[in-house]
Structures are given as structure tokens and as C-alpha cells.
């Protein structure tokens, strides 16, 4: 099940609002939240639903275990042990076609390639059980002696399967009391009507034709059509996943509870560092928190400790050697930055700087985009002239015209400008911004929910990026 869905909108989510706030005690709505977290897992995966059961409770057990036995050699043996567990089931349902598949390209061994579907999500829970174990080991959180706790925090559904990645620390005060208010439940409201407009009425649209410009293996293409296709799937990929952490923080503070931030308008950039810093910070945090600085940060091995970050970021997107090469160009980048690039960009102005980010952005989301390296490496030499394409045709004029309007309210809409516009516009006018902020946010949120509902109705194009990670 996805947010942006029929089902969702017009009968989960509603059964789940009214059972929830029927439901007068805090306890018995926990209890409330994870069935119908677990019935939103088993939605499309019934089958999956035993690995997350397994998966928490063997993280709640492993964790009353170093608990008890705190400060001991046993602990660490638990740790290990358990921490191994979760890095081995992520291994083998994500990487196991993959690693077998280069093991035959090197050795003549022939070995059967495992066909294993890769549960939704399982790349998000099985980070959010390692960042909870490790707290426990290092004494930064106690083990709670209820299995709810943990089953909650696994489990709760608006970050289940495409994040933000949580820590335990982040919920273990607003599981006893959740903070539920009428203020909190309208924010919660808007947040989610904001981040299904970016899903459904931007990444959709912008999705569909992107597809259509990005094959290199077209006698059609050109070479501004690559550019003008790649530009459309940043922008696609961006309101896809801040619309995805939009709806789940948004679902989060309609029940009571506040989920962390996972973008920051990373378009605005002026470096692929900062770029980094703005976009899924959830799992950048989580990368220089438990890999980065435990291996030495900035202080030993520097470079060493860059590029097993990098390499990790990209091998967790996906099991194939483009994401590989995505995440270890961008660590190339930061490298670079951090040694001579910013010294410079910094001489030039701003401008100059972003063009850079933005310029840098889209040769990695080439990368990113084509999972077959003979059309990531094709769309490159498209994209700079030195392969046998024309520089524009008449397919490109028909899709640029088309989606030059929607390209630049998108382009408007990944920067703060208009949010900053409007507040200048209104601060001179205190008692009337006020009415008219809620009176236009009524009518923004109807029509935004209209209109998606409208086109969810009429299109079978509905994916969520990150779902495949």
C-alpha cells in the first residue's frame, strides 16, 4: 500500500483515524497503531510481515540481553550477534543475486542465482534496528522491558518503508504520551495534503515524460532531450521522495507524534557536500553516525573512512554497480571539495557555485537513473555531444513544450522563494494574513486532494521511487 493510493486515502486511513481517537487510552492506541502498521505491510506482502515480527523482537530480546549484561564480554558478543543478524538478512533478500552474479563473472563456478523478492522497506528497518541495538550497547538508551516499544518503533507505518530513518531516541518520550492536539492534528493534515500534491500532481507528471526522453538507445533522442530528461527526473525524484517524507511526518503528527526532517530544498546547493547535507539527511546522519565516525571520522584515516561511507550509500540504493559508481562519484566530489574545489568556487559568485551543484547533480543522477551501465555511459556521451545524436528534433520541441510550465513551477517549488515570497508579501499586514493564510490553505488543501484524487483515479502511474530500496 502506498500513501498516494485510493485504498489508502478513502479507507485506511480513515478506519484508522477513527479507531485510533475512539481509542482513550494512550497504551491501547499504540496497540491501535502497530495492527494497522502491520496490516499496511501485509497490504501487498502478507507473507513479509513474519520477517518484520522476527526482525523486532529479535532486536527487543537482543537488547534486554546486553541490557542485563551491560559493561560484560556477553554484551558484546550479543551486539555483534545481533547486529550480524540484521546486516545478513539485509544481505541475503538485497544482495545475494547480486554478489552470486559476479562471483560466475570471475570464477567459472556457474552458481545458481538466487531469485529472492526483496521485502518493501526492509532496507529502512533493518538501519532503524541497528541504530537502536548499537544506542542500547553504547548506553545511550535503555532497553525498554515492553515489546511494544520496540514493536512500535519498528513498525510505525508512515516511516516503515521509505523512511525517514528514525532513532529510538527520537520517539521513546512521545510513545507513553503521545502528543495529540487539534493544532498538531491540522498541521499534521496539511503536511500530508503538501506532500501529496508533490507525489501525485509534480513527480507523477514529471516521471512520465522523463521516461520518454531517457533512452539512449532511441534514434529519437538528442542531446537536448537527454539534458531536458534528466532535469525532469531530478525534479521527479526529489518531489517524490520530500512528497513521500512530507506525507509520513505529516501522518506522524496527526497521531501524536513528530518524525525528523529528510529535506532541506537541496536544489539551492552550492556543492555536492551541501547537496548531501539537504537531501535524505536522515540516512546521511545515520552513515556518519554509526560508519563514519566510528571508523574515525575526520581524525584517522580520513579518506579511507569517505569512501566506505560513499560506497555503502550507494550499494544501500540498490544492488548493481551503477548505484556503486553513483555514490563513490559523489564521495569523489566531496573529496575533491574539501581538498581545493570549495576554495575556489568560493572566489567565484554564488552563481557560478550552483551552476556547478546543479551541473554535478545531474551527471549523478544519470548514474542513478540507468541501472544498465552501457545506457548510463551511452546517455553521458549523449548528453556532451560525442555520440551520433542530433542536438534537438521535433520529439524535443513537443515535449518541451508541453512541460515547459510544470518543469518551472517545479523548479520554483524545489527553492524557498515562493514560501519566503508570501510571507513578505503578508508581513505588513498581520490580522489579514492570518484570515487569509487559513482561509488559503482550505482551499489549497481541497484542491490539492481534488485534483490528485482525480488523476490517481485516471492513471495507472503511480510509483514510489524509494519503495525499490
Not at 537482543?62 to 551486539?79: D, I, N, S
Not at 534528466?230 to 507524534?257: E, N, P, R, V
Not at 555520440?387 to 512541460?403: G, I
Request: hydrophobic share 50%.
Amino acid at each position: 500500500m502506498v500513501f498516494s493510493s485510493l485504498v489508502f486515502l478513502y479507507l485506511f486511513l480513515p478506519a484508522l483515524l477513527l479507531v485510533y481517537f475512539i481509542s482513550k487510552n494512550s497504551s491501547y492506541r499504540i496497540w491501535v497503531l502497530i495492527l494497522f502498521s502491520y496490516l499496511f505491510y501485509a497490504w501487498g506482502e502478507p507473507v513479509w510481515v513474519i520477517l518484520l515480527l522476527l526482525a523486532s523482537m529479535l532486536g527487543y530480546l537482543f537488547g534486554l540481553g546486553m541490557e542485563r549484561f551491560r559493561g560484560t564480554r556477553l554484551a558484546k558478543v550479543q551486539y555483534v550477534a545481533a547486529i550480524a543478524i540484521n546486516i545478513g538478512l539485509l544481505g541475503t533478500f538485497k544482495y545475494a543475486g547480486f554478489l552470486v552474479e559476479n562471483i560466475n563473472l570471475i570464477l567459472p563456478l556457474n552458481l545458481p542465482v538466487p531469485e529472492v523478492k526483496l521485502p518493501i522497506g526492509i532496507s529502512f528497518f533493518t538501519f532503524e534496528l541497528i541504530c537502536y541495538l548499537t544506542d542500547v550497547y553504547k548506553g545511550t538508551i535503555r532497553a525498554p522491558r515492553s515489546p511494544k516499544k520496540v514493536l512500535f518503533y519498528v513498525s510505525f507505518f508512515p516511516h516503515l518503508v521509505a523512511g525517514p530513518i528514525i532513532r529510538y531516541t527520537d520517539i521513546e518520550r512521545q510513545i507513553e504520551h503521545p502528543r495529540v492536539s487539534l493544532a498538531g492534528f491540522s498541521e499534521g493534515i496539511s503536511r500530508f495534503l503538501f506532500g501529496l500534491g508533490k507525489k501525485v500532481l509534480l513527480a507523477n507528471l514529471l516521471g512520465e515524460t522523463a521516461a520518454q526522453l531517457l533512452n539512449p538507445g532511441s534514434p529519437s533522442s538528442s542531446v537536448l532531450g537527454m539534458w531536458f530528461g534528466i532535469t525532469l527526473f531530478a525534479l521527479q525524484i526529489y518531489f517524490d521522495f520530500s512528497g513521500y517524507s512530507d506525507m509520513a511526518i505529516g501522518l506522524g503528527k496527526m497521531f501524536g507524534f513528530n518524525l525528523r526532517e529528510n529535506f532541506n530544498y537541496p536544489y539551492i546547493s552550492k556543492s555536492a557536500g551541501e547537496f548531501w547535507r539537504r537531501w535524505n539527511m536522515s540516512l546521511g546522519g545515520f552513515f556518519r553516525d554509526y560508519v563514519y565516525i566510528p571508523l574515525g571520522g575526520n581524525q584517522k584515516s580520513y579518506l579511507r573512512n569517505l569512501f566506505v561511507v560513499w560506497f555503502l550509500t550507494g550499494f544501500w540504493h540498490g544492488a548493481s554497480w551503477n548505484f556503486i559508481i553513483w555514490g563513490l562519484y559523489f564521495g569523489t566530489l566531496i573529496y575533491l571539495e574539501r581538498r581545493w574545489l570549495l576554495k575556489w568556487l568560493g572566489k567565484l559568485p554564488a552563481a557560478f557555485a550552483h551552476l556547478y551543484a546543479v551541473f554535478t547533480i545531474l551527471i549523478g543522477w544519470v548514474w542513478f537513473y540507468f541501472t544498465n551501465l552501457t545506457e548510463a555511459a551511452k546517455a553521458l556521451l549523449i548528453m556532451f555531444g560525442l555520440y551520433p545524436r542530433e542536438f534537438a528534433n521535433l520529439e524535443l520541441q513537443f515535449y518541451f513544450r508541453d512541460n515547459l510550465l510544470l518543469c518551472m513551477a517545479a523548479m520554483l517549488l524545489s527553492t524557498p522563494l515562493v514560501k519566503r515570497g508570501l510571507q513578505r508579501a503578508m508581513k505588513p499586514f498581520p490580522k489579514l494574513r492570518s484570515v487569509l493564510m487559513v482561509v488559503g490553505a482550505q482551499l489549497l488543501h481541497a484542491a490539492i486532494l481534488i485534483l490528485a484524487t482525480i488523476l490517481l483515479v485516471g492513471s495507472s502511474y503511480n510509483p514510489f521511487l524509494y519503495y525499490r530500496f
